[in-house]
């Protein structure tokens, strides 16, 4: 799928020629693509398409200026772009369209994605990276408009780092940081947040970042009038064009339309960007969308009669045309045959990944029919197997699930029967099932030997007289040592520079380690998090820290969409192992003292969520996700950094093992399982039920994504007989997922002689001050009461009620 770019060298007009007709021909069968795709869709062979017809002749400008080891973070209309660097065929456009589930037939997604949303293959088949310096490079696209620009200002930024941090290994990455990260995206979505986010972020880094807004004047049936100042992205954008004064960006205008004067307003980008690591926003004018926003629906319903004149006249492939006439680079019959040629590549295409996509269903229905044809003499169901058969048999272009489901059926049909026939059902039932949900359901995680679950755990260690300190020097000497040994790595976010974060848990580093590996970033979370995205997706090892767990709910879109969907989106031909620090749990008030774990947990699934109840395990886990290839959220104890821990001597070393619970206090009696700062309160509250006779065993989650894969927490059940989970997240959160893993995965249930509880904090968010904290949060009286009444339960006669 992937080949190499040519870089762009003088030509002749013989050789600028062929060139010119060689892009005309892509432009053409790209619009192929789009016409005969939304007649796929309207035929029932394609469920859904949205095409990038209109912006043909920009996307090969682009492409020109676009050099191996760059990047693109683009949207679903850059399929002319991706044809014009040999990075999608016809074919496998249309097996993006088909869903296709084999990656090699379906390379961008392997199915799991509609038409449309592009990338490439930044890892080997063991998922170690590639040498992608070498290769033209698309990050994989999302569909949640301006979802791509946080990414976008990552993949920009890492160049930066390359080329001015010393000791990189910059062998598979970058050629000292020369590589310039491409963004497309539609006019309209430039009216979204993240747009604007980026924008200033990039231009405040000054990164070498090139931004393509590709305007047609609409968002689906919305005029520019209801979308922008102006209705002109550039116009209003004009401060922050660069001047003698001050830094900022380059703006470039050019009519969509104007083949030459594209290529010219691409080529200046690229030396703006590439060679000064200056932002440049190209502002494509007068584009058009021939078939409207997408299958869905038909843009004359919105669009007036004079603008789908203009627009037929101002096509920008029928402009290309004009042009190349004009300026006798060929004629009306050599285009004539240039144009019929390309429609039969495309027809030919779009047959080939037809047959191919449905020939694995095509297989195995021939295969289940021919088990039917056997089962159904000897059973007493015989007529309704036969019905189902012949069911199954009049699919013309039989689909995976019709398959499955008509061998479930039959086995329904045969329940209580035992014919011979009934197990070769059987075993292909479950085979099929088993290697066909494989296509749809793989590569959430990692699954290389980097996974952080192949990451032994390593134990701390101590001197003999080892001191005891705050514990936020134990995090802040781990990243001493990380930074020390891993110039690869480097950490950003709300005042984690200057002043060494809002807990100093980073004193001193930025001046160690310079600016760019230990940097202040704006109050801007979300592109906090597509920093940290891109530059891992780049092979860097970054930690993007948001301040408080509860200002994560401003990134939490670009973690849910992008990065916890990235391995499983490209069928694990992309990684970004980023590493998201934050901080939260009992502190005061509504905005800062949230735990919204149970939103987090089911959000950020692709994703490891650690709940470290120390600096020390922190610290710990910070080792454990740099040895790994996978991202991950560590929420540090906000009220932990000034309490003492023992100082360890083995720095950077050790390692806490993901998915493994820690029993920290040994019982008989009943089972208290929680995570972070609630722990101690649990602890007090154990040592006072000790006194009254209740022995509790407590148990530290320390990872919820994953939950204890070892199920130590069901052998501690199966001791105690009783379950009680305790959480400061509101009822029903965090706690009942922990709840769910106990009882059902685990099958706690056989083992409880009293009903499992739950413990939570109370619906609302946390009420500011100490009195707040009490009435909001669980506390030691909560735990020792709620523990109490459950063997009140047990024995009102040893413990009497207390109401």
Request: aromatic share 8%.
């Amino acid at each position: 799928m992937q080949k190499e770019v040519k870089e762009n060298i003088d030509l002749s007009f013989e050789d600028f020629k062929l060139e010119v007709l060689k892009d005309y021909k892509t432009a053409v069968i790209s619009r192929e693509c789009s016409l005969l795709g939304r007649r796929e869709v309207l035929t029932g062979k394609a469920k859904f398409g949205i095409f990038g017809d209109g912006k043909e002749v920009p996307q090969l400008a682009m492409a020109k200026a676009f050099k191996n080891g760059d990047f693109r973070s683009g949207y679903y209309r850059d399929q002319t772009f991706m044809m014009a660097l040999n990075l999608l065929s016809v074919e496998e456009f249309f097996a993006g369209l088909y869903g296709n589930t084999d990656i090699e037939q379906e390379p961008m997604s392997g199915g799991r994605q509609m038409g449309g949303h592009f990338g490439t293959h930044s890892l080997q088949e063991d998922g170690q990276w590639k040498p992608i310096v070498n290769q033209a490079n698309s990050s994989a696209d999302i569909s949640p408009t301006a979802g791509q620009m946080p990414r976008l200002l990552g993949l920009a930024q890492a160049s930066k780092i390359y080329r001015n941090v010393e000791g990189i290994d910059q062998e598979l990455f970058s050629n000292k940081g020369n590589e310039i990260a491409w963004g497309t995206i539609g006019n309209a979505s430039t009216s979204e947040g993240l747009f604007w986010e980026t924008i200033n972020a990039a231009g405040v880094l000054q990164v070498p970042m090139v931004i393509s807004v590709w305007d047609d004047e609409y968002g689906i049936s919305v005029h520019a009038k209801h979308q922008t100042t102006k209705q002109n992205i550039s116009e209003i954008l004009k401060g922050f064009q660069r001047d003698e004064k001050g830094e900022g960006y380059e703006i470039i205008c050019v009519n969509g339309w104007n083949y030459p004067e594209l290529i010219e307003a691409y080529q200046r980008a690229d030396k703006i960007a590439r060679e000064e690591h200056v932002p440049v926003l190209i502002h494509v004018r007068e584009l058009t969308q021939p078939q409207g926003h997408s299958t869905s629906g038909s843009h004359e319903r919105y669009k007036s009669k004079e603008r789908l004149e203009w627009e037929k006249e101002f096509d920008c492939n029928a402009q290309m045309r004009q042009w190349i006439i004009a300026n006798n680079f060929a004629n009306e019959e050599e285009l004539e045959a240039i144009e019929k040629e390309a429609k039969k590549t495309v027809r030919e295409g779009k047959k080939a990944a037809w047959e191919k996509v449905i020939e694995p269903a095509k297989t195995a229905q021939k295969q289940l029919i021919d088990i039917l044809n056997q089962l159904a003499p000897a059973s007493q169901a015989k007529q309704k197997i036969e019905a189902v058969t012949k069911k199954l048999a009049s699919h013309k272009n039989p689909e995976k699930h019709q398959v499955l489901q008509a061998a479930r059926n039959v086995l329904r049909l045969i329940i209580k029967e035992n014919p011979s026939q009934k197990s070769t059902l059987l075993n292909w039932t479950k085979e099929f099932s088993s290697k066909t949900q494989l296509d749809y359901s793989s590569h959430l995680y990692s699954e290389s030997a980097s996974t952080a679950l192949n990451i032994e755990g390593v134990e701390p260690t101590y001197d003999e007289e080892a001191e005891l300190v705050d514990a936020r020097i134990v995090i802040r000497d781990n990243f001493d040592a990380i930074f020390g040994s891993k110039p690869e790595t480097l950490i950003f976010g709300e005042d984690s520079g200057n002043i060494g974060d809002v807990n100093q848990g980073l004193e001193g580093l930025q001046e160690k380690y310079g600016e760019l590996r230990v940097a202040d970033a704006g109050i801007r979370e979300a592109t906090i998090l597509g920093q940290g995205i891109g530059m891992a997706m780049r092979g860097l090892r970054p930690i993007a820290e948001i301040q408080y767990l509860d200002y994560l709910l401003y990134a939490l879109q670009i973690m849910s969409d992008d990065l916890a969907t990235l391995q499983y989106r490209t069928k694990g031909k992309q990684k970004a192992p980023l590493i998201v620090r934050t901080r939260g749990h009992r502190l005061e008030g509504i905005w800062h003292s949230g735990s919204p774990m149970g939103g987090i947990i089911h959000l950020l699934r692709g994703i490891h969520i650690l709940v470290p109840r120390n600096m020390t395990k922190a610290a710990g886990f910070y080792n454990t996700m740099l040895a790994s290839d996978e991202p991950a959220l560590i929420v540090e104890c906000l009220n932990g950094y000034r309490l003492k821990e023992k100082l360890p001597n083995n720095l950077g070393e050790f390692k806490t093992p993901i998915g493994v619970v820690e029993t920290i206090r040994e019982g008989k009696d009943i089972t208290l399982v929680s995570y972070g700062s609630t722990l101690r309160i649990i602890e007090d509250a154990a040592e006072l039920l000790s006194e009254i006779g209740i022995d509790c065993e407590i148990i530290d989650v320390q990872s919820l994504l994953p939950f204890d894969l070892n199920h130590d927490i069901v052998k501690s059940v199966a001791k105690t007989n009783r379950l009680l989970v305790i959480d400061e997240d509101v009822p029903g959160g965090a706690s009942s997922y922990i709840l769910q893993q106990i009882v059902e995965k685990q099958n706690a249930y056989v083992h409880l002689d009293s009903k499992p509880q739950t413990l939570t904090a109370k619906a609302h968010r946390p009420a500011y001050g100490t009195d707040g904290d009490y009435f909001s949060k669980p506390s030691v009286d909560d735990v020792f009461d709620k523990v109490y009444s459950i063997f009140n339960e047990v024995n009102p006669k040893q413990f009497p009620s207390m109401l």
